[in-house]
């Protein structure tokens, strides 16, 4: 298959590359606003919309949900368009981002090759790929921590199904990774930016291999608040102070939360300038 932007031709050919035109607009003006304002600004309309377990697949194939809608979201979803918007300097360079983003490599933008799995896929990869770096262990209190997750840990996993994928796809071996433990969390709250991509570790176990079960990212306000789209209350994108998140945290018994993992966005490249404004002479 041919590829163009690390996009295949059989998702630019259905128009997954096309915005909305008030989005395209909304792109071009607020690329020089500061990142955190343009996660904001680009996520306002988006508000209260419903959340759902997976909206966006690749069209066609396994998943054949589309690229990207703007109607509902599940945390992941949210958080991989509010920053392609928000990360491009143009209408054009969206698609770009965003399958950066969702793709190992950016390519081949198929099922197989999605970045299925936070702790082992998607923040050590987009981190390696220079889409974001990890801000976790500049803050004080973060933990560094490792764990072992093997091929008898996927098949045994009561949700193995979900995934259709070969086993061999499954990611296995060593992950290690920095978190802030939620005392340290609490703590450093006003340390987080706008614009931080913020991730719930649930803790380790060896009968899961996954630890990480919820993501959001921080916009500007009076206080440091967490825009995400999450099945709290009736299940909706929503904002919510930070610092009263992670004391909710601290609530879940059946499967504790240990802590967070921060990540902040990188920017792209140059963003071009705005044309000049034309003056006339009286």
Not at 64 to 88: G, K, Q
Not at 122 to 133: A, C, D, K, L, Y
Not at 146 to 151: A, I, L
Request: net charge negative; aromatic share 10%; hydrophobic share 40%.
């Amino acid at each position: 298959m041919i590829l163009f932007l690390g996009i295949s031709l059989a998702l630019a050919d259905s128009g997954a590359m096309f915005l909305p035109p008030d989005v395209s607009a909304r792109v071009l003006e607020l690329r020089h606003q500061p990142l955190g304002d343009r996660v904001k600004a680009h996520s306002d309309p988006w508000l209260g919309a419903p959340y759902t377990d997976g909206p966006l697949g690749e069209a066609g194939g396994p998943d054949p949900d589309p690229v990207f809608r703007y109607d509902t979201f599940d945390c992941l979803t949210f958080v991989e368009e509010v920053l392609a918007l928000s990360l491009a300097a143009d209408p054009v360079g969206v698609q770009a981002i965003r399958m950066g983003l969702r793709y190992r490599g950016g390519q081949p933008a198929d099922y197989e090759n999605r970045r299925h799995f936070m702790l082992a896929e998607w923040i050590p990869g987009t981190v390696e790929e220079g889409w974001m770096w990890d801000l976790t262990a500049q803050l004080p209190g973060a933990v560094e921590y490792s764990r072992t997750v093997r091929n008898e840990t996927w098949r045994n996993w009561s949700r193995r199904s979900l995934f259709d994928l070969e086993d061999d796809r499954l990611p296995v071996g060593e992950q290690r990774f920095w978190y802030l433990p939620l005392d340290a969390a609490a703590a450093a709250v006003n340390r987080i930016p706008p614009g931080t991509v913020v991730f719930t570790l649930r803790q380790p176990m060896d009968h899961i291999p996954i630890s990480v079960t919820h993501v959001g990212i921080t916009i500007p306000g009076e206080e440091v608040t967490m825009r995400h789209a999450t099945k709290m209350g009736e299940g909706s994108l929503r904002d919510d102070s930070l610092a009263w998140y992670i004391e909710h945290l601290r609530s879940y018994s059946n499967w504790p939360v240990v802590g967070l993992i921060v990540l902040a966005p990188r920017e792209q490249g140059p963003r071009p300038n705005p044309p000049p404004v034309e003056t006339r002479t009286p």
